[in-house]
């Protein structure tokens, strides 16, 4: 690799990827009643999560609880930013991009509250995803039309002393682990 930001952020997620495999098979602990506590305050507001794959930390739990509309991210497409389609537990779920379930119909929501998964996070509120830009695409677009919550969603171990980050990376409001809250 010859551009140093992205041997950076390669090295950075090599490192967070067997953090995180190793806290996975610990378990999450409170990690999702803290994040359901903290939605209590946004109820009734429009709240995206995620479908876990793999070691994510599983944020469901939070998600079913939530009293207004829930949706998951759809990729449309390289380059362009996330939507969102409303889900529900036990609604029919189909494979999207990825490998990441997506609802099979249902009404596109935008979220004011976006639970956002990672692979690594610093203490500054910048998080470390898979390297496609989608969420830094989606939070820019919905940052520039309204307030959007974006919290991030991971176990402790995932922390780094610092993320690599370059000029389009968008930080985390929050972070909630099995640990509990922080906010940035």
Known sequence: MDDPLIAAKATARTQAFAARKQAHAVGQGQAAAILGDLLAAYRHRPLAGYMPMRTEIDPLAAMAAHAGPVGVPVILGKGQPLRFREWSPGCAMIAGEFGASIPAEGAWIE??????PLVAFDRRGYRLGYGGGFYDRTLEG???RRLTLAIGFAYAAQELPEVPIEPTDQPLDMIVTEQGLRRF
């Open 111 to 116: 979220p004011e509250v976006l639970i956002v």
């Open 142 to 144: 919905l940052r520039a």
